[in-house]
């Protein structure tokens, strides 16, 4: 029999705890946006400096509408700023725009993780696109064609997969960003701990996304191999 109580319970708890993780980085966000920086430096001066340190010179700073939208981009080679962090002057700006470097320093380093990241992306966009029709279909059908979910499950490991992978890639971007902070000395002894703090905290929302898909790869799994039961 599928745990039907168990699993929801697991998927109530990851929800809670997802929501708790958001609340509290944003919280913590917010919190150190009212912290200064060494010589009041901008979230874009600080990409601009870090991509120049890192002999990065073929590579955008924009910003970007949103809040907490930062992302860098290998395909366009921008690094993209949300106006919170493009004009901000704050710890907050600063961690931000550094690991956002972070990532295109991996890139013009041929960093592995990213490397493999970057060739699931286009099967992960189909994954994303179809799998929960795919799934959807494949349990209304489990016992007249039992591929089909088979073949959803296959998909949604595969954004499963994406999610674990995009973990190194994270945390590697955040001791990146933190070291330069520090060497550069625009964080000092006396912020640079919230500098970590807060990249922490962005950490832990790619861990609980990663554990919540992993949940709910094992929940259809367990309907495939229990469908006779």
Known sequence: MIPGIEIWVIFIGFALLSWLISWQLKSRFEKYSKLPVNYGITGREVAQKMLRDNGIFDVQVQSVEGQ???????????????????????????????HECGHAVQHAQAYSWLNMRSSLVPVV???????????????????????????????????????????PVEINASQRALAWLNTAGITTQGNHPQAQDALRWAAYTYVVAALSSLATLVYYLLIFLNRRD
């Open 68 to 98: 907490l939208t930062d992302h860098y981009n290998p395909a366009t080679r921008t690094v993209n700023l949300s106006r919170g962090v493009y004009y901000g002057s704050s710890v907050s700006a600063a961690a931000v725009a550094a």
């Open 125 to 167: 966009s189909f994954a994303s696109q179809w799998v929960q029709w795919v799934l959807l279909l494949g349990i209304l059908l489990l016992e007249s064609f039992p591929g089909l979910l088979l073949f959803g499950i296959i998909l949604f490991g595969l954004t499963t997969l994406f999610s674990f992978i995009t973990l």
